[in-house]
């Protein structure tokens, strides 16, 4: 399993040489939102469609 900093240097070679400190904030952002949604699929948090559709509904009924 690759650290954090080589993950990022990865990523820092895939962008172009253009890239923004803005555009490699939101990359570093992004990426690390999708490991933690796969973490919490690995660990079973996670919603059926109709859990979410009922969570949904009572929202919208207030």
Do not use: C, N
Not at 6 to 16: A, F, S, T
Not at 22 to 35: F, G, L, W
């Amino acid at each position: 399993m690759s650290t954090a900093k080589e993950e990022v240097r990865k990523l820092l070679d895939q962008l172009p040489d253009e890239a923004s400190f803005e555009d490699i904030q939101y990359h570093i952002y992004v990426r690390e939102k999708i490991e933690r949604g796969l973490k919490d699929v690995e660990e079973g948090r996670v919603f059926t469609q109709a859990e979410v559709e009922e969570k949904m509904s009572k929202w919208l009924e207030k």
